[in-house]
C-alpha cells in the first residue's frame, strides 16, 4: 500500500511513522513533512504546491494520488478539510481519511459550533458574536470579566485571549476587530462565558455511525511553566489523561460524541475523520465543549500514537469503509511529549537555528523516547538546494534547522507520568538551538494525582 499524509508537523510524523510500522505500507508520502519525516524509513516528502489552503485548489493531491497509486490519504491539518480537500478526493474517487467541508465548519467557524451545540444540546458556554466593536465592548461591560474573546476563524490556536480584566478585553476587542490583528478570522469574534475547570483532549474516529475513542489526552496551551503567558497551539501533551474518568468519558460520549454523529447524520452529512472535543471539566465531572476540531490535536497525536498497538492505517481503512470497531489497543503506559519550540515562540518563530543532540534515528518501535519533528528542514547546501534535493534519501548526513514556532516534540513511554517526564525531559535537555524553550512541568496535573 501507498500512502499520503498531509500536513508539515508532529502530528504528521506521528503519522506517518506509525502507517510506515505496518508491514503492507510500501511507500508513505508526506506532503510537505519535515526534516522528521524525509529521515523516517519507508517515509518520503513530497512538495505538492497547492496542498491547499485556497478553496476549491485541490488538484496537485488529486493528481498526485492518481500517478502514485494512493491507496489512502489521511489529512493532519484543518485548513485543506476546511477547504474541501476530502470532497474533491470523493469526487476522484480517492479515499481520503477525514470530514467533509461542510463538517469541518465545526472548527472553521466558532459561530457554526456554537449554533450547532445550542441546536443540539451539547454542553458548552454561553456566547453572543459581534462585528462591531462597540456593540461587543457593551456586552463585555454587562456581563464582567473574567471573560473570553475568539477570533471566529481559524488562527492556529492563537486566536482566543482569556481576559481576566475587562480592559483586556477591551483591548482584544481593539486587536481583533478595529486593527484586524486576525485579518479575515477575527473579522468576527465571539465572545464566551469563562469557564472553569481542568482542560481534556477527547478524540474520536468516526465513519459516519460508528465511533472510536482515542485514548484520552491533555494539552498545555500556555507558553510557560504555571500555564502562565499567552495561549500557544500547545507546548507539550500526554495520554491518557486521569481527569477523564469513566464517568466523564460516559458522559462524554453520551452527551458530546454521539450528538455530533446523530445531528451530522440527520442533517445529510455524516462526520467521517478525526474529531477532537475540547473539554472543560467542572468540579463535579460535567464536561463542556471549549472547541470542536475536524482533525487530531498536536502535540496530542504523539503521545497517543505513541501508545496505539492496532495499526493506524488498519483503522483508517475500517473507517474508509465504514465498519470502524468501537476500540483500538493501547499500551498501558503512560506517554508524554514536551514540544520545543523556537525563539519568540508564540508571538513569533525563528528559522535556520542549527539543531544540535537530537538522538540518533532509531528504527526499533518499541523504543521508550521519540524525537517526532515540527517546525524542522534541512540546512541548504550550496551546491543544490533544489525541491529534489529536500526530498531525496541522502538527507542523513545534513544538518537539521529549526523552521517554524513549535520545533520538536519529544514523546516519552513510561509507567508512570513522573517517569516519562523525567524521561522525555533528559533527550530533551540534550537537545540544543539558538533561543530554544520548553516547559518542564508538562503533565503537571497528573502528576500531583499520581503524588496523592
Ligand atoms: P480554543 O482555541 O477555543 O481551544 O481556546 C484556547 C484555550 O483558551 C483553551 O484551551 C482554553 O484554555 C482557553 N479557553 C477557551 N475558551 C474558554 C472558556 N470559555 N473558558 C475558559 N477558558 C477557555
Ligand atoms: N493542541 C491543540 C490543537 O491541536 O488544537
New binding site residues.
Partial sequence: MNILVLGAGGREHALAWQCAKDSKVQQVYVAPGNAGTALEPKCKNVVLKTTSETAGEHSAVIDFCQNNNIDMVIVGPEAPLVTGIVDACRDAGIKAWGPTAYCAQLEGSKTFAKEFMATNNIPT?AYEGFTDAALAKNYIDEQGAPI?I?ADGLAA?K??I?AETIEQAHAAIDDMLASNKFGEAGSRVVI?????GE?ASFICMIDGDNILPMATSQ?H?RAFEGDMGP?TGGMGAYSPAPVVTDSVYEKTMAQVIQPVVDAMKSAGHPYTGFLYA?L?IDESGNPSV??FNCRLGDPETQPILMRLQSSMVDLVAQGLAGNLPSQADWDDRVALGIVVASKGYPESSSKGDVISGLPALTTDINTAVKVFHAGTTFAKSNDSDSADDYTNNTNSEKEVVTDGGRVLCVTALANTISNAQQAALMVTGAISFEGAHYRRDIGHHAISREML
Fill in positions: 458556554a473570553v475568539k490556536g486566536g482566543v482569556v464566551e462565558q469563562f469557564l472553569s482542560e494539552d496551551k495561549n475540547g472543560m471549549i472547541e
